[in-house]
């Protein structure tokens, strides 16, 4: 199964249309990607959660920085596209199992911060329907969709 397109969080569309300190910035805010086990808080079960230390059982192994760290999105932008389109957009997303296998992954979290454990929740998505695991020497891909993250209309 493909993963399902990313979904926002409650309070995140909120955040997107506050014009101050408060929201998020698109064009300046880090952005992370944690992934998260099948055990955990599922992202799908409760999207009314709005800061990132509400989730729960995050991934764990290999190269990948548990703790909350997560990896930060590469080369994010908020670009109008046309007149009435605006997309924010990043790199794709790798990990690489080194060391260890990285166990029981099944959902993604896009969330803003630079510290740990912090930030607010952006969007998730759901990886697989059932759990999987990335054995050390291979390598995890999120591709992101040509049209980007998500857009705006």
């Not at 300190?21 to 944690?34: E, I, P, Q, T, Y």
């Not at 080194?98 to 099944?106: A, D, F, H, L, Y």
């Amino acid at each position: 199964m493909a993963a399902t397109p990313w979904a926002f969080y409650h309070n995140a569309k909120h955040k997107l249309c506050k014009g101050d300190a408060s929201g998020f910035n698109l064009s300046a805010d880090v952005f992370k990607l944690n992934l998260f086990m099948s055990a955990a808080t599922t992202p799908a079960d409760t999207p009314t959660l709005s800061l990132f230390s509400e989730i729960s059982i995050e991934a764990s192994g290999g190269a990948y920085p548990s703790g909350g760290s997560g990896k930060v999105l590469s080369a994010t932008t908020w670009t109008v596209t046309d007149t009435s389109i605006q997309k924010f957009d990043s790199t794709n997303w790798i990990m690489t199992a080194t060391g260890s296998t990285i166990t029981n992954v099944k959902y993604a979290v896009i969330r803003n911060s630079t510290a740990a454990t912090d930030g607010h929740l952006l969007c998730w998505s759901q990886l697989s329907t059932s759990k999987f695991s990335i054995s050390t020497g291979n390598t995890l891909t999120i591709q992101i969709n040509a049209n980007g993250i998500f857009n705006l209309q």
